[in-house]
Structure formats: C-alpha cells, structure tokens
C-alpha cells in the first residue's frame, strides 16, 4: 500500500517561434528522434505551449535562439563579429543580394542566418566540404531543406529550396552542387536562407563567408 513518488520525465514546453528542429538544437538530439519519441508524424507539426518529452539526461545546451516569422527586406548597418582564430571558411552557397541579415528583428523575431536573393533554379553550393546529414521538406517554414555537417562541429543549412540533388549520408566537396533554389517554405519569393552553426549556437555567416 505504499506510495511511491517517480520522476517526472524531461519536457520542454514549445514556446513561441519554436520548432522540433531548433528543439532538438537545443537540447542536441536529431529532431527524429525528438519525433519518434513523442509520436509526432511529419511534417512535425506543434504548437506554443505543446509539452515535448525528452529523452532521460537531456540538457539544454545555453544558446539564444528565435525562429524568424516570414522573411523581412528591411537591412540593418550591422558589423558582423570576427570568427574566432582558426574557424573554417565558407564560400557563398549561392551570390546576390541579402534580403534578410542576421540577428534580432524589429518585431522581436530572429534569423540564425542570412537570406539570399535568388533566381527559381539557380545552382545552390556547399559552403564547404562536409557530410549531408539531412535533405528533406519535413520542417514546416524552411521548405526545402539541405543541412551538411563539416570538421570542427560546424553545421550549414541552406532551405527554401524548389530542388535538393543530393541524399543524407552523401559526402559532398565545397562548391558542388546540392539544391537548385526556390521559394518553398515560408517565403514568397526565390531566395536562399542560409546558416552556419558552432556546434548548436548560430554564428553571423558574414564572419566566416569568403
């Protein structure tokens, strides 16, 4: 007849702008697995105040992060941070304008990263040589989407786009050719959002782009 108390398992409350993708950043687990873990079926679908089961021992890793609602032209004079000494380069996945720069926005959202103006099937490129670790459409708001994972724990992630030609596992060099560029997702014009991460935290990729 004794009651014994059990621990309660490990949640994460869904708060404004999150996904399972920036999620699983958070806490360092494929966003799969944060999926298969809570039944959660693509295209990963979930909603501010939802509770996220996490698997035993998982910590948050510190990192300030924000999904950016639909993309902004407003262009802020922001000076980027220089890369830390001996971090990689990056080429331009693709060249043209920004549309959106890193950082916080004026309505409180945030882009991890940059938007590039782009023509509908214009060639997209690996920043760097790396291995394809994700190409899918199964994160609501980045359409199409390529992440390649490079030496020294570094992440660039290029969405938006209409075409991925390439699949997770594939070993790609910089400058191949891995996606052609659109508009899918949430955006409503060709472009090319564009991420580069330090392990989970996203860096300004106007530091590190050559």
Do not use: C
Request: charged share 20%.
């Amino acid at each position: 007849g004794q009651t014994l108390r059990m621990p309660h398992p490990p949640m994460h409350v869904v708060q404004r702008g999150e996904n399972l993708y920036r999620i699983g950043l958070r806490y360092n687990i494929p966003f799969q697995t944060l999926a298969a873990h809570n039944g959660i079926r693509p295209p990963y679908e979930i909603e501010v105040g939802q509770q996220i089961r996490l698997p035993q021992g998982a910590r948050a890793v510190t990192v300030t992060e924000a999904a950016p609602s639909r993309v902004s032209s407003v262009r802020r004079d922001t000076s980027p941070a220089p890369a830390a000494a001996g971090a990689p380069s990056f080429d331009w996945p693709i060249r043209g304008a920004i549309l959106s720069d890193f950082g916080r926005k004026p309505d409180g959202g945030r882009n991890d990263g940059i938007n590039i103006e782009a023509r509908t099937g214009a060639d997209v490129r690996a920043a760097a040589a790396g291995q394809v670790v994700y190409a899918g459409s199964e994160l609501a708001g980045y359409g199409r989407l390529v992440l390649i994972r490079h030496s020294g724990g570094f992440v660039t992630a290029y969405a938006h786009n209409s075409r991925i030609l390439v699949r997770e596992g594939d070993q790609v060099e910089r400058g191949q050719v891995i996606a052609a560029a659109g508009d899918t997702g949430s955006v409503d014009r060709p472009q090319v959002h564009f991420e580069i991460r330090n392990g989970v935290n996203p860096v300004n990729p106007m530091s590190y782009l050559r």
